[in-house]
């Protein structure tokens, strides 16, 4: 009997580990940035002070000066019912059943920074700015009812 004889590949350049390695990095930074997203998303908040308001959240957020919201202009509004401003676009945010957070064009044609997780009890708050301000909180009444109080403290 003859015995079988192996003739072993040559193996490949250092190029395909890069490659690898490479790929291996992408992976481990989307896997670290969906975590994060995750856990923004449960963790946002929109902080009231003497000078901005402060949406704090995922990629997304800003401080937005008192001086600039028209809180003559801000509503409690229900998405579900107010078919003019619900997100038709997202041009730079995240959309995911639950959550619209960051820029969407809305169907009246506005723009809007959005932290929308309840579409029923919203703050619609438009700027100075050129954009809306819309933000799902308990009490949205008792937002623009605390940023009224701030901004005539002023």
Sequence with gaps: MNAATVFPMIPAASKSLWFFAI????????????????WSMQHARFTVSNEVLRLQGDLYGRMVPLKSLKLDEAVVANLKTDKDHQPKWRTMGTALPGYDAGWFKLRNGEKALMYVTDKTRVARIPTTEGYTVMVSVSEPAALIDELKR???AR
């Design 23 to 38: 790929m291996s990095l992408i992976l481990v930074g989307v896997l670290v940035l969906m975590v994060w997203l995750a």
């Design 150 to 152: 701030r901004q005539a």
